[in-house]
Structure formats: C-alpha cells, structure tokens
C-alpha cells in the first residue's frame, strides 16, 4: 500500500453525489427516492433530488431539480448528469425532464444508475429524438 487516498474517477464522483443527493429526497408518498447531478462545463457539480407533495400533481423530479438548481446559480451549461435511484433495473428519466435538459444541452450524457450497482448510458438526443426548442418558437429567421 503507498498509503495514498484513492482518488474517485470523474464519473464515480458523480454517481457519488447523486446518491448522495438521493439520501435527501422527499418522497413519502411514492417511496422512490432519486437523486441526480450534473457536471457543468466549468467542471461543478449541482445535484437535485425529487420533492414530492400531498397534492400528488406537485411533485418535481430529481433531475429538473438539479437542471433548477444550477440555473439558480448562473450555471447553464451541462456536459453530463448522473441519476440514481433505488430502481433495480438504471431507470431513464421521465419526458418532462427530458425536455427540461435539452433546453440546455440537447445531447447530454445521461447515465442512470440503480441501488444494486447496474448503470446505463443514453445520449438526450436519442432519449428525445425530438425536442421542441427555441427555433419553433421563433422560426428559422
Ligand atoms: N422521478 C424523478 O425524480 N425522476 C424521473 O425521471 C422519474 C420520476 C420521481 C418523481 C416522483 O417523486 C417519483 O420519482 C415517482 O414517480
């Protein structure tokens, strides 16, 4: 042993906070914790966790907590995010999250993880392969 700390790879650290941030989640009436982060272009990392409510419509997921979160803090671009949930099988995220991320960054790496060390990567652009965006909005011009 040299009797160096053992440094976390880059993606380790982010599958970290995510479960980390997973450890906070507010879900007592699904009992689904999930937690996600994501790694700015800066190289930060912002993390969000699902916050659920008694009128049950209210409930904001893990990830469009985090996209929230970093928004917050001036931080708008993203070159991955890691979810992790207590899923046995790496759950991908729902449509509305989706469409959230690909405001900001249309061919995110998104890489879910479940509770029993499965992981999955995706590309955004293939998980919505069409997005709506600003272009529709305000045309080609
Ligand atoms: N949930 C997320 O946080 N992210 C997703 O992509 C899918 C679902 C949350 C919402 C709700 O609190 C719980 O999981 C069950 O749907």
């Known amino acids: 042993m040299s009797g160096k700390e053992e440094s ?22 699904s009992r689904f914790r999930v937690g996600a982060a994501l790694r700015t272009s800066t190289g930060e990392i912002v993390a969000g966790c699902n916050v659920e409510n008694a009128a049950y419509g209210e409930a904001l997921c893990a990830e469009r ?11 708008r671009e993203f070159d991955e995010i890691a979810i992790a949930s207590e899923s046995d099988d790496p ?43 600003l272009n529709y909005l305000r045309g080609k011009e």
Do not use: H, I
């Open 91 to 133: 759950a991908p995220p729902c449509g509305s999250c989706r469409q959230t991320m690909s405001e900001f960054a249309s061919d995110l790496k998104v890489t879910s993880y479940s509770k029993n060390g499965k992981k999955v990567t995706w590309r955004l652009s293939d998980l919505l392969p069409e997005a709506f965006a």
């Open 8 to 29: 976390l790879s880059p993606d380790d650290e982010l599958r970290d906070a995510a479960f980390a941030a997973m450890e906070n989640a507010y879900a007592p009436y």
């Open 65 to 75: 907590v985090a996209v929230s979160a970093a928004v917050a803090r001036g931080l």
